[in-house]
């Protein structure tokens, strides 16, 4: 009977120690989970539950912008020479490789330099391998971490020059909407995600970019499972409008050379933050027709309260008769457009649902300043 009751009592004492010991490790999850500083805003309410650690709050101050909605033009020289196809080489000994492909380059990686040489344009590329004309060593990046390769260039039959077997470019362009001005320090916002490789998905690094006018020339509509388009044209770009400083998930940043004017919005207004963004009626601010920006009707109709930065954080439905006509709802081109509710910039454009262009999601606002605050 005694030994019987002693092998309860072990028993109940593993238990217990078992429980304490999953305690603590939840406990420890906890604590790191939670982050050493957090930033909130001067009219923001944030509620905040920190178990057994000490973290410091810095409140930022009020923030007051101009509603951007202007179609702008975005050109962008990246880090590195991006790989953006991979192609077969006829030797001259008339056989036919592929080098790159042999040493595990990818499409989206970009080359740093060439046993050493730093490379930034394919004719950087180019020059080096003839020069070296040898077994060479690159320096890549991919998804952000750097690697290194050994890749045997071969001698093209049809000029003759040492090729790997790579279509590489430095530099982007497209077409967006500017969300933001903040005339204290000229700086603006765009776009509302990150540029990326279209055949991978993955955000460009930003060597440096420019900010330049457009004008846009026509309208592509809006149709299920084909997604329209803005089409317009760069001018004055020996001129640009500014400069890029950023490119994250959440938009594109930088400064302008002169400011952004707004028919609708000549004074900064205050930022609506997840909090205030309701469901209900919205303004959507963009550019269709030559230089000429257009206020137009949408209805916010799901809003995720995010506890984490997202760019998809509420959707957006047009419904505006005028600009359903135009374009037939959210089309490429518009992304960045800003969407003004209750008097306040709560957000922009984002992406497009491909099978219902007269939807979408749009970014809360706080996330794309707050990536001019961290850096």
């Avoid at 008339?94 to 490379?119: E, F, H, R, Y």
């Avoid at 890749?151 to 497209?174: H, L």
Wanted: charged share 25%; net charge negative.
């Amino acid at each position: 009977m005694m030994e019987k009751r002693n092998g309860w009592l072990r028993r109940g004492e593993a238990q217990i120690l078992s429980f304490i010991a999953a305690f603590l490790v939840m406990a420890a999850i906890i604590i790191l989970t939670v982050p050493n500083e957090i930033r909130v805003f001067s009219n923001e309410t944030s509620k905040i539950q920190l178990p057994f650690k000490e973290v410091t709050i810095k409140v930022l101050p009020e923030t007051k912008v101009i509603p951007g909605g202007q179609s702008v033009g975005v050109m962008m020289d990246v880090k590195g020479v991006l790989v953006v196809g991979l192609e077969e080489i006829e030797c001259t000994d008339g056989t036919a490789v592929n080098p790159g492909l042999s040493a595990g380059l990818q499409i989206g990686d970009s080359i740093l330099s060439i046993d050493g040489q730093k490379v930034d344009s394919a004719e950087d590329v180019q020059t080096v391998l003839n020069k070296l004309k040898k077994d060479v060593r690159l320096e890549i990046s991919r998804k952000g971490k750097k690697e290194m390769l050994s890749i045997q260039p071969v001698k093209a039959k049809d000029d003759g020059q040492y090729k790997i077997g790579v279509w590489v470019r430095d530099r982007t362009a497209g077409l967006g909407t500017m969300t933001y001005y903040n005339p204290e320090n000229k700086s603006f916002g765009a776009l509302g995600h990150a540029i990326t490789e279209a055949a991978t998905g993955d955000l460009l690094s930003l060597r440096n970019g420019k900010l330049l006018h457009t004008r846009v020339e026509s309208v592509k509509q809006g149709k299920s499972g084909d997604p329209g388009e803005i089409r317009g044209i760069f001018y004055e770009a020996d001129a640009p409008w500014g400069d890029l400083k950023q490119n994250t998930e959440y938009g594109i940043f930088g400064t302008l050379d002169e400011g952004a004017e707004n028919p609708y919005y000549p004074e900064p207004v205050s930022i609506g933050y997840q909090g205030d963004v309701e469901k209900g009626k919205a303004y959507l601010l963009t550019t269709l027709d030559g230089n000429q920006m257009g206020k137009y009707e949408v209805e916010i109709e799901q809003v995720q309260h995010q506890q984490r930065q997202g760019t998809k954080s509420f959707v957006v439905h047009v419904t505006d008769p005028d600009l359903l006509e135009k374009t037939g709802g959210i089309v490429q081109g518009m992304s960045g457009s800003p969407i003004i509710q209750n008097g306040k910039l709560i957000g922009a454009v984002t992406h497009v649902f491909v099978n219902d262009p007269e939807r979408g999601y749009g970014v809360f606002i706080q996330w794309m300043l707050q990536q001019t605050m961290d850096n």
